[in-house]
T-cell receptor
């Protein structure tokens, strides 16, 4: 079983829609959680950290459910520029493990 | 003023050759990483150095050898290249080894082995 698993999508949504997707992790000792964004043929960039109580950054909301070992990302009022692959990342000790990503395509 | 830079950006070579990829960061970070992203987009840690000391060495063939001459540089040498080594290799850095520190990625080196 992979350490971090994501629904690969793609999620095709119209502009203005809300889209949400999850990421599950296998190790209950995982310590920190993140969402990274990766545009096509570019490097990953941190979108946001995920805190235990959940957190928002503008149109993006991240949640952590330790009991069920998943994190989620919700994008409100989707923009064309939100089209990307969203990578879930989970840290335990020194190591950051990534999921294979969820692809989101926002259409006009 | 690039934060994490890698050279070369593209590398096309034949099976059996030896090649190196270089990485430099000007962020003053203590920790650097090499990741491999395969055709399925799965980003997997290979190595990590903290202040020139190897701290992560995942199950990687010993044809791959990282070298950190100082904490701002982390190079990757690959011997006897195989078709399965074709991937994008990303270098990254972070201020420390642990904690909620962002990892900053370089632009990647797209390696194609023919």
């Amino acid at each position: 079983r992979k350490e971090v698993e994501q629904d690969p999508g793609p999620f095709n949504v119209p502009e203005g829609a809300t889209v949400a997707f999850n990421c599950t992790y296998s190790n209950s000792a995982s310590q920190s959680f993140f969402w990274y964004r990766q545009d096509c043929r570019k490097e990953p960039k941190l979108l946001m950290s995920v805190y235990s109580s959940g957190n928002e950054d503008g149109r993006f909301t991240a949640q952590l459910n330790r009991a069920s070992q998943y994190i989620s990302l919700l994008i409100r009022d989707s923009k064309l520029s939100d089209s990307a692959t969203y990578l879930c990342a989970v840290r335990r000790d020194y190591k950051l493990s990534f999921g294979a990503g969820t692809t989101v395509t926002v259409r006009a | 003023d690039t934060a994490v830079s890698q050279t070369p950006k593209y590398l096309v070579t034949q099976m059996g050759n030896d090649k190196s990829i270089k990485c430099e960061q000007n962020l003053g970070h203590d920790t650097m990483y090499w990741y491999k992203q395969d055709s399925k987009k799965f980003l997997k840690i290979m190595f990590s150095y903290n202040n020139k000391e190897l701290i992560i060495n995942e199950t990687v063939p010993n044809r791959f050898s990282p070298k950190s001459p100082d904490k701002a540089h982390l190079n990757l040498h690959i011997n006897s290249l195989e078709l399965g080594d074709s991937a994008v290799y990303f270098c990254a850095s972070s201020p420390r080894t642990s904690g909620d520190y962002e990892q900053y990625f370089g632009p990647g080196t797209r390696l194609t082995v023919t």
